[in-house]
């Protein structure tokens, strides 16, 4: 029989994925999408590698919520599915993969899924291509195998079968004897997995998962409520098993515990610890660099100008609309650590955000000590960050600079001020930085979302006050592993992107190049005005759309460890572009890697 | 209200947890008995050491499967709180925690579990302490916080009362608002303890746990035989979601895909690679050093002798019964590097094992090269150990040795031949190194176990043929972190453990040792001959047994990263000394830190 692996289960680049498969010999490769969004090869360049390594591409995966919804949705679905059955004959790939769907609006109507079925693998057939339905464990309305079947079954198409998947059978303990009663040829395809049982079971799940109260799903803070009104007043123990902190240096979990209980014991009423102050603005992001030129040619680009420099220490002010930064060349870091080391949160009662800080054990830092330097307060964030407590009035820090004579001008189409601020975690401290956000600052945080680097995947979380004039987007990698290599980034706002991402090009000054896959992918994803898409992909624009509107984002090159993003949100759009941070990741790699093959001019 | 942390959610000795609780201002510490057996400090030590720091003993736990059993089990029982509630008067503890029996044994009779949780306060009363009784969320018969209370009350004794768990509530999804019908002065203690939801999300498993057929819980095979019964013939096609897999490198990645691809095949009969040739013993253990005189101190100590020279390498054997040595000072290695660098694998067809190695894609290794070598057939394992597949009348490899003129004697009390191999891997390469074990060499793989390291968790599996003469232990971190810091091990086997750790120590070669706490613990929970306890305390030998029999073993110094055992199984016992595992890492870490507090000689 032939063999095949999913280019997901692989680390790396698409062609790395492929050579390694090639080496280990397996006969095929499924191609997941993203792998294919993420290459700067075309899809004939693709077809012709798998060629030379004598793979075949057994599966392009995934359609995904295509079938049981109303008729103008399944027009819009078909419209999308003919893009990729086009693309698949440039690939060379005859099977594609349809999961069942887990669209909320997807209608319990098997009469209707069979029938959409039917008309999509018509569609396939013109194209020689067979479609293969699956049954997600998840999926809202088909999630085993045998009800996939009977739909296949009923739809009655030859060029419609099934795909059979060890995990989502298994793992909804179903029967797989029931598969004998599908005709082998209209399995079209079998996918295998295996998986640990014990993630479902409650008692490795205690011994290996708990964590301080705050930092993961309970209401902690319910339970104790209720026991308080029993008049309980024995004491709140921390009892948490994890395999991490088994691991990690017992000072720094100590402190992280304990003021795990005190965001609780303040949450139940039992502790008064100095209120919250929420920052309302983001005074300043400082970045630390040994050679400031490569970071001032980039601000250059985009508008910012120099308007100051520190009295008594070598850092410089650039600033541009309400975005200021500093440019420090006086701390002592390496040639390529260029980095964002500290935050001004601008804060409408700094010494009272401070004591909050320190009330929660956050690690004050000294006073900065230059004999005229404004006090500023400030402590350390979990990851090393210098959060700075700042006058909201800009009052106390900018009097320590002095003008250098250049207009803080804004040139149009500017840089409004700052949108967010990203800033990599230890893989390790990821709800310890959720937490001490939450807590310290009084930042409201989100849910934390995956995003797949071709090196493994990330997960964010964003923490933002509540009109968004703070926002920080916590990352972390999913495993451990260098924790050096992901940047740090600073997203500016802007109201005309696209004229912003113009007059940087025109500076001379690169953006960062995205391939021509992810443009083709929007195409049959959206309905754009007449060279909206031309223009993107000409500057390597990315879009996305939620319920409130659109997002248009595009990145520079990295500079050390820092990169900067020009950002456009539109109709009140409150994400950050997860979706489009695998393809943004890959060409981040790929412009890192001089030997990577591009088809880019 | 005082705030307490439990010693199991800290890293490190007992002291280390106890300093960084004080220094983040916690009031008290729950200690786990783990943490106590393992440390060199005695209980009344222990208790100075919180006095100074300033901490409360808040909870001694636990005591286990206490409750609801036969009456004869129950005396035993008490026996041992009797002992635990003593240790809790020198450690100045007043309470005690009890979890839900989990004892298959147990009888699900409230009103038994009610009178003899009576019985054991009323004995716990004399000494001054309170019994807090907690359902354990996995209990055999008492799961919930409720029926924990109902118990309780049943029992009405002033010493009893129930420790609230917020992690065995909200895991359970029960309603923490029945709390309030229990009163606050019979909740004797409150732990505290979050935990991420995913963790039981079908999604979440299947997004980030996912692994390659053989290495997970699934039966894999039996599904695709179903689905070979159909008719099938496309490909069997791996997809697999997982966070390590994603970061880790993709050539030797897809070789472990491959290889458990082509197992699979084997299993259900589609695929027929050389069939597996099991090792019917050890012939050898190859450690390299650049120094072989603290290694050969030890194996003198131990009762060995170099019986042979390499006729071209400055390689030694050194042997003793069925157990053989090599020393090879020939192999570039750092000073403190000495490590288990191969395994010679007795075979009774080496070229048929070398074949399926092939077959299996583990990496052949050259032959060895000098004129006169025997050309041993060789594969590198997972985690680089070289195994080599020798004749089991050793006719190949020892034609290569000269003998040296000293008697290979058995010197009695002596070690009879290895017992098991012990080798640490790197932490993501566990399910693949059993998987390899089980695919490559035909052994057969037990279940996994946890072992507490202070520093962290360890997974230990074994590996074995079915007479036991060849055991092979892979033991892993649960969480990364430095792979070198863990050492491997070669276990001799014994019919006299005591008599072979007396003529060591009278060698003047000292022996691991053992904290005085363990054996207070033993004594608790087992009966003793006269003097038998004391002999084991005197010369550090630990004890375990199951339903089998017993098993004695005690431990050599660390030279580099090998150290050795000595053990004695007797009526068949079966293990590895798992139980004993946390004591013995504790001590070998406290050994390593010149530091390290002591109440040893």
Not at 58 to 83: G, K, S, T
Not at 340 to 358: K, M, T
Request: hydrophobic fraction near 45%; charge should be negative; charged fraction near 25%.
């Amino acid at each position: 029989m032939r063999t095949s692996i999913a280019t997901v289960s692989l680390s790396g680049t698409l062609t790395e994925k492929l050579t390694a498969a090639a080496r280990a010999g397996f006969d095929g490769v499924e191609i997941f999408e993203n792998d294919l969004l993420a290459s700067p090869l075309t899809p004939r360049e693709i077809r012709a590698r798998c060629l030379d390594l004598g793979l075949g591409i057994d599966l392009y995966q995934p359609l995904r919520d295509i079938e049981a919804v109303p008729a103008e949705a399944f027009a819009r679905n078909l419209r999308r599915a003919r893009h990729k059955f086009e693309l698949m004959g440039e690939l060379g790939a005859d099977t594609v993969l349809v999961c069942s769907s887990v669209d909320p609006e997807a209608i319990d109507d098997d009469a209707l899924a069979a029938a959409q079925l039917r008309e999509l693998a018509d569609l396939a057939q013109g194209f020689g291509i067979r479609v293969a339905y699956e049954a997600l464990a998840w999926g809202r309305h088909v999630s085993t195998y045998d009800h996939a079947w009977r739909i296949v079954e009923a739809a009655g198409h030859p060029a419609l079968g099934t795909c059979l998947d060890s995990f989502h059978i298994l793992s909804r303990g179903s029967d797989p004897k029931g598969i004998e009663d599908i005709p082998g040829e209209k399995i079209f395809f079998l996918q295998l997995a295996d998986a640990p049982l014990p993630a479902m079971d409650v008692l490795q799940w205690s011994r290996h998962h708990r964590c301080f109260p705050g930092q993961g799903g309970f209401d902690v803070a319910g339970l104790v409520r209720h026991v308080l009104r029993t008049g309980y007043d024995g004491p709140l123990s921390l009892e948490v098993f994890n395999d991490v902190f088994r691991q990690a240096e017992a000072a720094p979990t100590a402190v992280d515990a304990r003021r795990s209980l005190l965001v609780l014991q303040e949450e139940v009423g039992v502790a008064q610890p100095p209120a919250p102050v929420v920052p309302t603005g983001v005074a300043f992001a400082e970045l630390v660099t040994a050679d400031a030129e490569p970071l001032t040619a980039l601000l250059g680009g985009l508008g910012f100008t120099r308007t100051a420099r520190h009295r008594s220490k070598p850092v410089d002010l650039w600033q541009q609309g309400e975005a200021r930064l500093l440019v420090n060349t006086g701390t002592a870091v390496r040639r390529d650590g260029t980095r964002l080391a500290a935050v001004g949160l601008e804060s409408p009662d700094p010494p009272g955000a401070a004591a909050r800080a320190e009330a929660l054990l956050a690690p004050v830092l000294p006073r900065r000590r230059a004999p005229k330097d404004a006090p500023l307060d400030a402590v350390a964030a979990p990851d090393g960050t210098e959060l700075f407590f700042c006058d909201a009035r800009l009052a106390d820090w900018r009097a320590d600079f002095e003008d250098v004579g250049e207009p803080a001008a804004v040139a149009a189409p500017g840089v409004r001020g700052i949108d967010h601020l990203a800033l990599t975690q230890p893989w390790h401290h990821f709800d310890e930085a959720a937490l001490f956000h939450r807590g310290v600052l009084g930042l409201r945080a989100e849910d934390s979302v995956d995003v797949a680097d071709p090196y493994g995947l990330q997960r964010s979380r964003a923490v933002s006050n509540a009109d968004g004039t703070v926002r920080i987007v916590l990352t972390v990698q999913a495993a451990p592993g260098d924790d050096t290599v992901h940047a740090q980034h600073i997203a500016f706002a802007t109201d005309d992107v696209v004229a912003a991402a113009r007059r940087l090009r025109d500076a001379g000054v690169p953006l960062l190049p995205i391939p021509a896959n992810y443009y083709d992918d929007l195409a049959a994803r959206h309905e754009f005005a007449d060279g909206e898409l031309e223009t993107y992909r000409e500057l390597g624009i990315l879009y996305d759309h939620d319920e409130h509107g659109t997002l248009r984002h595009c990145y520079t090159r990295t500079v050390g460890r820092v990169f900067f993003e020009l950002l456009q949100r539109d109709g009140g759009h409150r994400g950050y572009g997860a979706r489009n941070a695998p393809v943004r990741l890959a060409a981040q790699h790929a412009v890192r890697t001089p030997t990577a093959l591009t088809s880019q001019p």
